[in-house]
């Protein structure tokens, strides 16, 4: 049974960093994607970055680029969001998921969902 955890959120100024931590496990996930969502208040989820975790290919929303880098260790099975120069409309509920196949931007793709991780950004 695949089991993702998320850890790392927190709370912090505007312009600062913050690293967010998914641990994977219960398969080997060759060939899965992995992504990273977000949820805001009254808002619904989006895509935030994603990473194949064969290749290491990535793409990102483009709310993000230039300030997010997702990452992984294939032997730790491990997902990385460095998220710097953050912004009040970062603050979110971020979710690691991971999908075997689909379009990697679209939730409804994700088959497993970690439990997510507060995000606050103070301006």
């Known amino acids: 049974q695949v089991q993702l955890v998320e850890s790392g959120g927190g709370l912090v100024q505007a312009g600062g960093s913050l690293r967010l931590s998914c641990a994977a496990s219960?398969?080997?996930?060759?060939?899965?994607?992995m992504g990273w969502f977000r949820q805001a208040p009254g808002k619904e989820r989006e895509f935030v970055a994603a990473?194949?975790?064969?290749?290491?290919?990535?793409d990102y929303a483009d709310s993000v680029k230039g300030r997010f880098t997702i990452s992984r260790v294939n032997a730790k099975k491990m997902v990385y969001l460095q998220m710097n120069s953050l912004k009040p409309e970062d603050t979110a509920v971020y979710y690691c998921?991971?999908?075997?196949?689909?379009?990697?931007?679209?939730?409804?793709?994700?088959?497993?969902w970690g439990q997510g991780t507060q995000v606050t950004v103070s301006s």
């Open positions: 998921a991971a999908a075997y196949r689909g379009s990697y931007y679209d939730q409804s793709t994700y088959d497993y």
């Open positions: 219960g398969s080997t996930f060759n060939g899965y994607t």
């Open positions: 990473i194949w975790w064969s290749s290491g290919g990535t």
